[in-house]
């Protein structure tokens, strides 16, 4: 993922646990527009495959995923 992707809203959902990043998540696309970017920060190892398949229910694009440190960046751009 190039740096020039702008990130409309930042959810810093470290310490929280499922299923509170996902829940958070679709709360967070929702307050951002179509075709806006959304970074969760997420400590909780289930919130990976739990985005991604809430990603794929909603039909929302997953960008990019990084895990470093212990904490998980995942980029969302809101489709619809």
């Given at each position: 993922m190039s740096q020039e992707t702008?990130?409309?809203k930042t959810l810093?959902?470290?310490?929280?646990?499922?299923?509170?990043?996902?829940?958070?998540?679709a709360k967070g696309i929702k307050q951002i527009n179509v075709g806006?970017?959304?970074e969760v920060l997420a400590t909780d190892p289930a919130a990976k495959?739990?985005?991604?398949a809430w990603a794929?229910?909603?039909?929302?694009q997953i960008l990019?995923?990084?895990?470093?440190?212990g904490i998980t960046r995942i980029l969302i751009k809101?489709?619809?």
């Open positions: 702008k990130i409309a810093d959902l470290k310490g929280m646990y499922c299923p509170g990043p996902v829940m958070e998540t806006e970017v959304l495959p739990d985005i991604e794929r229910r909603t039909g929302q990019d995923i990084q895990q470093q440190g809101r489709v619809k």
